[in-house]
């Protein structure tokens, strides 16, 4: 079992196979996961629990993941949250629309889990040597 570390990550997305692999391969890396199926469940669990880091896919039931990324990114609050879109939508207008909205990755689908684990890692040690020294 991996350490415990602090960061906490929200995995949105309504296909559960993706949620219950994604959360097993960063449970594994010792991050606390949050999942959400809906728009809405995204921005309540956003609200409540902060996480640093959000797996969003954009096809969700009623407002898109394109509508959670701009909600997020648009509030003073939580614009420093790191957001991944993870998408099967892969088209050059989707992905400018993603970069438009502030999204920090867009993802195609399919990817291998551990390669979505490197990245979070990466991002996240960048968020950490982003934090000014005490």
Same mark, same amino acid.
């Given at each position: 079992?991996?350490?415990?570390?602090?960061? #906490?990550?929200?995995?949105?997305?309504?296909?559960?196979?993706? #949620?219950?692999?994604?959360?097993?391969?960063?449970?594994?890396?010792?991050?606390?996961?949050?999942?959400?199926?809906?728009?809405? !469940?995204?921005? !309540?669990?956003?609200?409540?629990?902060?996480?640093?880091?959000?797996?969003?896919?954009?096809?969700?039931?009623?407002?898109?993941?394109?509508?959670?990324?701009?909600?997020?990114?648009?509030?003073? =609050?939580?614009?420093?949250?790191?957001?991944?879109?993870?998408?099967?939508?892969? !088209?050059?207008?989707?992905?400018?629309?993603?970069?438009?909205?502030?999204?920090?990755?867009?993802?195609?689908?399919?990817?291998?889990?551990?390669?979505?684990? =490197?990245?979070?890692?990466?991002?996240?040690?960048?968020?950490?040597?982003?934090?000014?020294?005490?």
């Amino acid at each position: 079992m991996a350490k415990q570390n602090p960061y #906490r990550i929200l995995l949105v997305d309504d296909e559960p196979g993706i #949620r219950k692999i994604l959360k097993l391969f960063l449970e594994l890396e010792g991050y606390t996961v949050f999942e959400a199926i809906t728009a809405n !469940q995204a921005m !309540q669990v956003v609200k409540k629990e902060r996480p640093h880091l959000i797996i969003l896919d954009v096809i969700l039931f009623g407002q898109s993941g394109f509508d959670v990324c701009e909600w997020v990114k648009n509030n003073p =609050e939580t614009k420093d949250i790191i957001i991944f879109l993870f998408t099967a939508l892969n !088209q050059e207008h989707d992905y400018r629309e993603g970069q438009r909205l502030g999204c920090d990755l867009y993802l195609t689908k399919p990817q291998n889990p551990k390669d979505i684990v =490197e990245k979070v890692r990466e991002f996240l040690q960048t968020k950490d040597n982003a934090l000014p020294v005490s």
